[in-house]
């Protein structure tokens, strides 16, 4: 028991997992939207998106990190409802835009760090997280933005699921379906921004893709796939965080291997419909 | 969110004015007029691309149209959450996270109004809708799981369990077997007892001749509305089909074989 109890002794340690939990739990139950609705593109690319926002806000703040979740989280929802409105009114495909913009902002992104003396650390901080460096005060940022992501996700429940199986019953049923999309952008938008200290920009659409995929696969039902997908999300983080301590390998990529190994085992061998047990 | 508004009695549950619909330049939909009384239960033919699905759009208040007007119950669609849309089985993920159940309780959602959760009354409304169908059995089966047939009773127990008043059946019967498509007729005779005003795309002429009350012949503008016998006439058929229809004479009987079944609009 020493060994699990050991890392909790370290209150860096702990923040981190807590943090890291909350995140699994977030980007789970917001993922299990974009799994359904096939936009792991779009969080990918938003993801990536958020960068130039942080890189400027680091440069403004004189290397300061604390103002950078706002940036984050404004140049997320700016660039969610961007690129909604690019792909309505765009006249060349949705995702040849999305991969337009997204890697011209990404790159403007890694342009301004490298104007930094410090650039390679702070850069592998934002790209792949630092979940090990949250403070109380990310603690409580993580926690009350999480939470309102999770509210509207569970009062709009029922808009979400219809507007996501059917769009057109949402339409007839008078629901304001424009606006329902845009909330849905906002809030990946959002979770986007929460998560990015614990798993940087580059690996945020694994944290949102790998638990909601692997739910799809054990559950027949939407409030079930979210509720097996936040299990293993905040699993994966926990479980993730354990292996970056021990083996001592870079938390982020700890978290999202952890996920992407339970996706690989359910995809095999799960009961339902798992690879190895067809036919 | 959910409007509610008052239907007035002596109105036509749908009145169509001069519809016109075009996308870049091309028309869709080119001057249509025609209305329909409550219980009322029509066949839309016409071949691939006529313009079926469109019009059940404009209908529905989901696309509007480029000029023209429609009105249901004497007011504009949009103010209606009475109009149930029946999907083509093809435009459907059958494989999303739901059950039968929660997919007949969607039809629910408007009249419940935002912020609401599924109350004991919404329930009894998705097992009526749900026994109506003779699907009550099914109610926990993923959607993935049923036969065509019952896939598309679902999505009528759905357009029931929101009390929609006027129905819009995208190709209900395409693909599926005899036993299948008799079990949806027969449901027809069902709503129409209960007075539900239904409009059935199809592409089986001798369906819509011997099933249904009017027959609505579209391609892109009004071939012709009314009795089956009067609009199904060889000489209208193949005005509106143009030589995409062939005409057969089986024992004195016409037979009509539309080449350019089953596939999207």
Known sequence: MTWLLEPLSYPFMLRGLAAGALVGVVCAVVGTYVVLRGMAFFGDALAHTVLPGVALGYILSGGERASLFWWALGTAILASLGIGALSRNARIKEDTAIGVIFAGMFALGIALISTVRSYAVDLSHFLFGDVLGVTNRDLILTA???????????????EFLTLSFDPVLAATLRMPVGLLNNLLLALIAVTVAVSMQTVGVALMVAML??????????????WKMMVVAAIIGAASSVTGLYFSYYLNIASGAAIVLTATAIFIVVFLFNPRQGALRRG | MYPHTHHQSNEPILDAQNLSVRYDGRSALDDISFHLHAGER??????????????????AGVLPPTSGTVTVSGSRPAAHVCIGYVPQRAHVDWNFPVNVADVVMMGRSAVMGAFRWPTRRDWNFVHDALDTVEMRGLAARQIGELSGGQQQRMFIARALAQEAELMLMDEPLTGLDLPAQEGILNLLDTLQKQNVTVMVATHDLDQAEKYFDRVMLLNQTLFGFGRPDAVLKPEILLKAYGNRLKLVDANGKL???????????
Not at chain 1, 212 to 221: N, V
């Open chain 1, 144 to 158: 009350v933005f999480g939470g309102i992501v999770l509210f509207l996700v569970f009062i709009f429940y029922k």
């Open chain 1, 209 to 222: 893709v790998t638990p909601a995929a692997t739910a799809y696969l054990l559950t027949r039902r939407l």
């Open chain 2, 42 to 59: 029509v066949a839309v033919v016409g071949p691939n691309g006529a313009g079926k699905s469109t019009l059940f759009k404009v209908i």
């Open chain 2, 255 to 265: 037979t009509t074989l539309d080449d350019t079944c089953c596939g999207d609009e």
